[in-house]
């Protein structure tokens, strides 16, 4: 979000969004471990305090952000794999639901507007897009910021949902898996990958370029 300061109508967008993208998440979470019954809480939909990673906050000021991890050792899988991955798949689906959503009113607003579609990828918007209709890059950062979170979301490593996916693979997960789960998770090397990705150019180029090459297919549904 900071590489879009010169850009004010955009970072409001790409605030409010990722704000949306944890809220929907988090939501989602519980709305599938309630309605099968994995967890007995009964707390808040959404909790600032249980459902913001600091770490993400400061991946999503400098690229991209992430929501407060769910550990797989507290997923209950009595009900099977399927419904235990079924509880990370939630977020990202939900955010990409959120997503999609948010890409139909631009299009409908904005639909004569087809360059915005075609010039742009999701990276290049998470950088801040250019204009000259406000409304128009407000919409289309806040639609966007929720795609790419959904994104970044399904790859498979902690802390991200998309680990708990890749663990619920496993009937009876392994010393191999074991291992990545001590180091990336609980030693917290995937955030440090994560953050080192998004503020170091070399590595964030080619990760941005493996963003866009998922998320923009996504992002032209609409055109």
């Known amino acids: 979000m900071l590489y879009a300061l010169g850009q004010p109508a955009s970072l409001a967008g790409l605030l409010v969004g990722f704000l949306l993208a944890l809220t929907v998440r988090a939501v989602a979470i519980r709305a599938v471990t309630r309605g099968l019954r994995l967890s007995w809480d009964r707390g808040p939909w959404f909790s600032p305090r249980h459902d913001v990673d600091p770490f993400g906050a400061v991946g999503a000021a400098v690229g991209l952000g992430w929501g407060r991890p769910t550990d797989v050792g507290e997923v209950s899988r009595r009900r099977g794999r399927g419904a235990a991955a079924l ?51 407000f919409l289309l950062s806040l639609a966007v910021a929720p795609l790419c979170f959904a994104v970044l979301a399904l790859l498979p490593m902690p802390p991200l949902d998309g680990f ?60």
């Open 87 to 137: 509880v990370f798949a939630a977020g990202p689906l939900a955010a990409l639901a959120l997503a999609q959503a948010l890409l139909a009113v631009y299009a409908l607003t904005y639909g004569t507007d087809r360059e915005a579609f075609l010039v742009n990828t999701p990276a290049i918007i998470m950088y801040g897009v250019y204009d000259v209709d406000f409304g128009a890059q």
């Open 164 to 223: 708990g996916l890749l663990w619920c693979c496993f009937r009876a997960p392994g010393p191999g898996i074991g291992k990545y789960k001590h180091w990336f998770a609980d030693n917290n090397i995937g955030i440090a990958v994560l953050l080192a990705v998004m503020l170091i150019p070399f590595l964030g180029t080619p990760f941005f370029l493996v963003i866009d090459a998922v998320a923009t297919p996504l992002m032209r549904v609409w055109t």
